[in-house]
Each structure stands twice: as structure tokens, then as C-alpha cells.
């Protein structure tokens, strides 16, 4: 055993008490809930029923855009006809589920968190949506977001349920819940539903899963449809899940996808790339939860193997600003072409609630432009040389790094400090940029991400998330290691 393994494993013998504080098996799963409707033991009008229920009692976490409870009651009550008659049920059958505000569902607007959308009542489902509901899954909310997706924070003004600005973290409604998918974390960490949708641009599905101590899940970009979604980025965005275990995200993934069940993985032999930098600059409570977390995978037969990713941020950094606040505005375009008419990117920007969206898209995005070192530049050129040069080269760089040590994965924390207290500040781009340090760079090279709760702080008691990101195309591989990993750690007790 190497001294950095033993250091490890020493650190687990310390802080392992942290880690596996909160670890509980009575948290409901999708995977468990179906099952229960399958059987009988419920029926899919009880399990929406309940859940309204617990949408309600939390209030104050801001979570909700808008409920839908006469429609979702109504598809509980012909999920339950159909089984009474002996019809066939959908692998999700029964189970209430909630969707990120950009996401289209017939019937509903998909604001995106932001006024001028309001009003844009969706004619379709998303691709997505259609697949859950075509397997029996019942949609009962839209969740608030930050707004346009346009930050980590989930502090938006334009939907308030609860008496201060901002959606709450489930652990600690005092905290942030992390965003953009704010919502639908804080409802799946609350246990006010087991699943829910979310989108990811740089880390938007995994923060708030991580935060409010549940899993999520960043498909290989292409994976998942994008129709029907508010975009950000063609070349970033993707749908997501978000769920109270990973076995759950791996039912909704073969849902999506069709592909066959997979079970968890042997960890033995398995190897995870631990990169220095990932894993630097963590505030002391993460940092003990992680390692902790990196000792008892050692002890699981893992093969913890360093690696040095030196050129990671500036490569990600030739790409990720260029490409977002670029495709930003051409792809809205497109978008309210197709799905609202006589909406323009103009009248967007300009009822835009938030400051540092509003900032961000009157200095950016509408008048195409870009930081530079002395004063703002026109972006064309930067996007231009990000997608012909820069991207390719991030993706030979992971992809060299994965052949050259034989990894399975690389392994860090999702969020490398505990949520912070929310409030306007939590939108400022230094809060940005930390929180997303180590989710944007897999992001920008169209990798799959899964994170899941390794246990919670000492002090605070908030849930920390390990993440591993794998190389294109690994996304069954990783749902079946993080079952694997789930087994060791379990999944957290909601908050009482």
C-alpha cells in the first residue's frame, strides 16, 4: 500500500463516523415505490396523493413553479384501472415525478424560470416526459430554477412560495439548494418525491443533487433528446435525472434510452482517477467526508491511481464561457422561433428578473461579446476557435487520460464546499466558478457525470456528493459502479 493510499485509508479510521452519518435506508425510492404499486401494496392514486402532500410542507424551500394535481390525479386513477383489469403496467407506472420549468410538458408552460415565458403554454411533451409517461410516470409539478439556467444558486425572485427569496436546501433551508435544477433537487432531497428531471449545461443537474443529498445524473451529450427544452447550448446542455438513489437513475436512464438492466458492479480491480487539483481547495468538512469516503473504497477492492490533469482548466477555459454565452443567444433564437412566436431574445432579456442574469445577458449575450483583458470582445471569433480547435483538444485530453492510466472513471467531490447561505450574493461569478470547478470541464467535452451522497458534514450536517465522470459513452458503466458504491455508503436519511 502506497503512502498515499495509506493516508487514505487512515483518514477513513478517523472521519468514517462523518461519512456514514445519516446513512439510512428509509428514504423512498422510485425503484422501491414501483414495486410497491406493481404489487398491490399501493395504489398509484396514494402514492400521488402523498405526494402533493409532501410538495405542500414544503413550501417553504420555493421548489414549485406550478403543481398540476387535477391532471396528475387523474393519470393516477387510470393507472390503477389499468391494473385493476389486468392490463400491462410501464416499468414507471404510479410514480409522481417533477420537471425543471424549461422542460415542455402539454399543457404547462416552460418559463425557465423568468416572466417573459410565462405565458407559452407548451403544446407537447418533451421527448423526455414522453418516455417517463409512456412507462407510466406521472408528472405532479414544474420546479423553480434559476433563472434561464444561468447559475448555480437557484436565487430567483420570479417564484416565491415560501417567505424568503430563493430555493432552499432540503438539509438546511437557511443554505442555497444549488442550481440550476434547484427545484427538483430540493423536492427529491426533501423526499417529497423520489425523481425528477433537471437539465445540465456545467453542472446543473449534479450541484443540486449533491447539495440536497441525493443522485443525479449528467448523461453523454446526445444521449437524452433535447427537443422541447429551453436551451442554453446545443454543444453543452442535456437533460437529466435527479433521484433518490442510483438505482433509481438507472431505471429512468433504461427508460429513456431502452437499453437492458444492469445490476452494480464488482469494485474490485476497479480503477478511479483521484487528479490533484479536483480535490485541492476543499473546506475542511467536504475534504474529511471525501477522503473518508476514498478509504472505504480502497477497502472495497478499489484501485485509487493519481493523475495529474495539469491542462484541464486552462483547455476547459478555452471553452466553456466562449461556447455558453455565445450559443446562448442564437440558440433561444431558434428555440422561441419554433415554440413561441412574437417572443423575441430582446423581450426576454429585458423582463429578466434576476441581476446577474440580467447582467450576464444585456452585457453578453445580447450584444454578443465576450471578457477579454482589457474590456469586452467580440465573441465570434472566440466561439469560432473554441468549436474548431478547442473542444477537440478537451476531448483528447480526457480521452488520453482515460487510455494512458486504464481508467474506469476519474473520482472527486461534486462541490467542493458546503452550500452556502442563500441570499443575493450566492449568484456572484466567484460563488459561480467554485462551485462549478470541477463539474464544467467533463461538461464541455460531452462526458457523463454521476454524482451521489457519500454522507454528511460533521458541523453542518449537509450531504456531501462524490462524483465520477467516465468517458463517452460510459453511462451504463457508471450507473452500474454507482450502484455498486450506493451499496457501500446508502442512501440518506431525508431531512426531518
Same mark, same amino acid.
Given at each position: ?5 495509506? =493516508? &487514505? ?7 468514517? @463516523? ?41 413550501? *417553504?424551500?420555493?421548489?414549485?413553479? =406550478? ?10 386513477? /387510470? ?16 410514480? *409522481? ?42 408528472? +405532479? ?27 432552499? %436546501?432540503?438539509? !438546511? ?7 440550476? @435544477?434547484? $427545484?427538483?433537487?430540493?423536492?427529491? $432531497? %426533501? ?31 446526445? =444521449? ?23 438505482? !433509481? ?10 437499453? *437492458? /438492466? ?20 476543499? !473546506? ?24 495529474? #490533469? ?29 415554440? %413561441? *412566436? ?19 445577458? !444585456? ?11 482589457? $474590456? ?5 471569433? &472566440? ?15 480526457? %480521452? ?26 450566492? @449568484? ?30 460533521? @458541523?453542518?450536517?449537509?450531504? +456531501?456528493? #462524490? ?22 455508503? $446508502? ?6
Amino acid at each position: 500500500m502506497s503512502g498515499f493510499h495509506r =493516508r &487514505i485509508f487512515a483518514l477513513a479510521l478517523v472521519a468514517g @463516523s462523518a461519512s456514514a452519518a445519516g446513512a439510512d435506508e428509509r428514504r423512498q425510492t422510485t425503484v422501491d415505490l414501483a414495486a410497491e404499486i406493481a404489487a398491490g401494496r399501493t395504489t398509484a392514486e396514494q402514492a400521488v396523493g402523498a405526494a402533493l402532500q409532501r410538495i405542500e410542507k414544503a413550501a *417553504p424551500l420555493n421548489a414549485v413553479a =406550478r403543481l398540476d394535481a387535477a391532471r396528475a390525479l387523474a393519470a393516477a386513477k /387510470a393507472v390503477d384501472k389499468a391494473r385493476a383489469e389486468g392490463k400491462p403496467l410501464g416499468a414507471l407506472a404510479g410514480i *409522481p415525478f417533477v420537471v425543471k420549468d424549461n422542460i415542455q410538458i402539454a399543457g404547462l408552460p416552460a418559463a425557465a424560470g423568468t416572466p417573459a415565458l410565462a405565458g407559452v403554454i407548451s403544446t407537447a411533451n418533451a421527448p423526455v416526459v414522453d418516455r417517463l409517461v409512456a412507462a407510466g410516470a406521472i408528472p +405532479v409539478a414544474t420546479t423553480n430554477m434559476h433563472e434561464l439556467a444561468f447559475g448555480i444558486s437557484g436565487y430567483n425572485p420570479t417564484y416565491q412560495t415560501g417567505p424568503q427569496v430563493g430555493v432552499r %436546501a432540503a438539509y !438546511d433551508p437557511t443554505r442555497m439548494a444549488g442550481g440550476s @435544477s434547484s $427545484g427538483t433537487g430540493a423536492l427529491v $432531497g %426533501a423526499g417529497a418525491v423520489s425523481a425528477g428531471l433537471g437539465t445540465d449545461t456545467g453542472g446543473s443537474v449534479r450541484l443540486p443533487a449533491a447539495i440536497n443529498g441525493v443522485a443525479g445524473l449528467r448523461p453523454t451529450l446526445l =444521449r437524452y433528446a433535447q427537443d422541447g427544452v429551453v436551451p442554453i447550448s446545443h454543444t453543452r446542455d442535456t437533460v437529466g435525472p435527479i433521484a433518490a438513489s442510483v438505482a !433509481d437513475l438507472e431505471l429512468i436512464d433504461r427508460v429513456v434510452t431502452g437499453a *437492458p /438492466a444492469i445490476g452494480k458492479a464488482e469494485l474490485k480491480g476497479v480503477r478511479l482517477g483521484v487528479d490533484a487539483a479536483m480535490t485541492a481547495g476543499l !473546506d475542511a468538512e467536504t475534504d474529511a467526508v471525501f477522503k473518508a469516503a476514498l478509504g472505504r473504497l480502497e477497502a472495497a477492492g478499489v484501485e485509487l491511481v493519481r493523475v495529474d #490533469l495539469k491542462d484541464l482548466a486552462p483547455l476547459n477555459q478555452a471553452v466553456s464561457f466562449p461556447v455558453a454565452l455565445y450559443e446562448a443567444h442564437d440558440d433561444l433564437v431558434a428555440y422561441l422561433a419554433r415554440y %413561441a *412566436p412574437g417572443v423575441t431574445v430582446a423581450s426576454v432579456a429585458a423582463a429578466i428578473k434576476s441581476p446577474d442574469v440580467k447582467g450576464t445577458y !444585456d452585457g453578453l449575450v445580447i450584444p454578443r461579446k465576450l471578457p477579454g483583458p482589457n $474590456g469586452l470582445v467580440d465573441a465570434k471569433p &472566440i466561439y469560432e476557435a473554441a468549436i474548431a480547435t478547442g473542444r477537440p483538444a478537451l476531448i483528447a485530453y480526457y %480521452a488520453k487520460a482515460f487510455a494512458d492510466k486504464r481508467l474506469d472513471a476519474l473520482i472527486f467531490p461534486t462541490v467542493p464546499k458546503v452550500a452556502l447561505t442563500a441570499g443575493p450574493e450566492t @449568484s456572484a461569478l466567484d460563488v459561480f466558478l467554485t462551485f462549478i470547478r470541477n463539474t464544467d470541464p467533463g461538461s464541455n467535452a460531452g462526458l457523463p457525470g454521476l454524482t451521489l451522497p457519500i454522507g454528511l458534514t460533521a @458541523s453542518s450536517r449537509m450531504p +456531501v456528493g #462524490l462524483e465520477l465522470d467516465g468517458p463517452a459513452g460510459s453511462d451504463r458503466r457508471l450507473l452500474a459502479l454507482g450502484q455498486a458504491i450506493e451499496a457501500i455508503f $446508502g442512501t440518506l436519511a431525508p431531512p426531518k
